[in-house]
């Protein structure tokens, strides 16, 4: 291989574009996290405090 290839070289609009997927990916993910822990102490009940031990 030739030392002067650089491969694929992004351009500034393409590495924002791809910073902003980036991130609205992280944030989706983040939500559906959120979301899974919520439905689960939801599903869980006000009554899981009250078990014996």
């Not at 609205?24 to 014996?52: C, E, Q, S």
């Amino acid at each position: 291989m030739d030392n002067n290839e650089q491969g694929i070289v992004l351009t500034d609009e393409q590495k924002k574009k791809r910073r902003s997927r980036s991130i609205a990916i992280a944030v989706v993910l983040a939500a559906l996290v959120l979301l899974f822990y919520l439905v689960t102490i939801v599903k869980l009940g006000p009554d899981i405090m009250n078990r014996a031990l």
